[in-house]
């Protein structure tokens, strides 16, 4: 049974400055998350690994742009995408499935 990734784990991860009150807060939102979505008892590795997705994916969406696009005609922004099919794979077989 594994569990839930430190901060400091999640921030070697992100390569960002250990104990940083950012990634807290959004390890925070992801462990929120995976609840209301997922059965987390017991904890696997697998959901582990999608704790950490989570948290990267909300730390890259936060108001951090990937870069210019240069279409020829006009210039855009890209953002990281929201949705991660990974996410998806790793939390699946422990999905909750509302019932009506």
């Known amino acids: 049974m594994a569990d839930r990734p430190t901060v ?3 921030c070697a991860r992100l390569s960002v400055p ?3 009150p950012m990634v807290a807060e959004m390890r925070l939102a992801a462990i929120g998350q ?3 979505d997922c059965l ?3 904890f ?3 959901l582990r690994e999608a704790l950490f997705r989570r948290t990267a994916n909300l730390w890259a969406s ?3 742009t990937l870069g210019i696009l240069d279409t020829g005609l006009d210039l ?3 953002y990281v995408p929201r949705y991660d099919p990974v996410i998806d794979s790793l939390e699946g077989p422990f999905r909750r499935i509302p019932v009506a």
């Open 62 to 64: 936060k108001a951090h």
């Open 44 to 46: 696997t590795d697998q």
């Open 34 to 36: 995976q609840d209301s």
């Open 18 to 20: 250990a104990g940083n």
């Open 8 to 10: 400091d784990e999640i």
């Open 40 to 42: 987390t008892d017991p």
């Open 76 to 78: 855009g922004v890209a």
